[in-house]
């Protein structure tokens, strides 16, 4: 395999799954190529850096392709050096910061069918599409609720965390796709704009890839 000089993300501008590793690089300074895929209706693994998933984002390293963003983010931050001090999803031992995230990455998914089906022509008419938009609003409203409380029961020493970067990438995204207005959720909306001051959330702002 020849070697690359600096690892390559495989995805897209407008993507929150691809946003998360970028915002991941961006804190631990990793400065990685960005390789855009242009279509995501496409179903040749080659699109994707090799996913069978037919999925971004893909980070390519030296030591081979890393599949889904929390591969990508994790592998970036082994080769990263001073290590951050990070909390990842299995750090996350109560039931109360353990559901956030599962819940924050289950509305991402949620999101990410909505998307699709939309960008597919099929709109949100069927019966699932249905089923898809009152889950969303379930998680979002348990989200909401739980917000402050999982936030705060954050290690305090660490620098970032999967939890933050995973639920800032949901919230924003909702409002760029149109999928759901954030403003109602307070909480939510009050972490969104406290998170967006770090560089790593204004240098990876979502657009749509020309
Ligand atoms: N488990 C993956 C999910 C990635 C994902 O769903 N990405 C979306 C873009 S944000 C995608 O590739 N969608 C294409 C599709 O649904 O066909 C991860 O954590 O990275």
Same mark, same amino acid.
């Given at each position: 395999m020849a070697v690359l000089e600096k690892p390559v993300i495989i995805g897209r501008s407008s993507s929150?799954?691809?946003?998360?590793?970028?915002?991941?690089?961006?804190?631990?300074?990793?400065?990685?190529?960005?390789?855009?895929?242009?279509?995501? #209706?496409? =179903?040749?693994? +080659?699109?994707?850096? $090799?996913?069978?998933?037919?999925?971004?984002?893909? #980070?390519? =390293?030296?030591? +081979?392709?890393?599949? $889904?963003?929390?591969?990508?983010?994790r592998e970036m931050w082994r080769q990263s050096s001073p290590r951050l001090r990070v909390v990842w999803p299995e750090d996350l031992d109560t039931p109360l910061l353990a559901n956030m995230q599962e819940l924050t990455l289950q509305a991402m998914a949620t999101e990410v069918t909505l998307v699709m089906e939309k960008m597919a022509g099929a709109g949100e008419g069927t019966t699932h599409a249905r089923k898809l938009r009152e889950s969303l609003l379930n998680m979002m409203a348990w989200l909401e609720e739980n917000a402050n409380a999982a936030l705060a029961a954050l290690p305090p020493e660490r620098d970032v965390s999967y939890l933050e970067v995973?639920?800032?990438?949901?919230?924003?995204?909702?409002?760029?796709?149109?999928?759901?207005?954030?403003?109602?959720?307070?909480?939510?909306?009050?972490?969104?704009?406290?998170?967006e001051q770090r560089p790593s959330a204004s240098e990876t702002r979502y657009r749509f890839d020309t």
């Open positions: 929150h799954f691809t946003r998360i590793a970028r915002i991941f690089a961006a804190e631990l300074r990793v400065d990685p190529s960005f390789q855009v895929v242009r279509d995501l #209706l496409s =179903t040749d693994p +080659g699109d994707y850096g $090799g996913n069978p998933a037919l999925r971004i984002p893909v #980070l390519k =390293t030296s030591r +081979g392709v890393w599949f $889904g963003a929390l591969n990508a983010s995973t639920l800032f990438c949901l919230v924003t995204h909702l409002e760029f796709r149109d999928v759901l207005p954030v403003q109602p959720y307070a909480a939510l909306n009050q972490f969104r704009q406290q998170f």
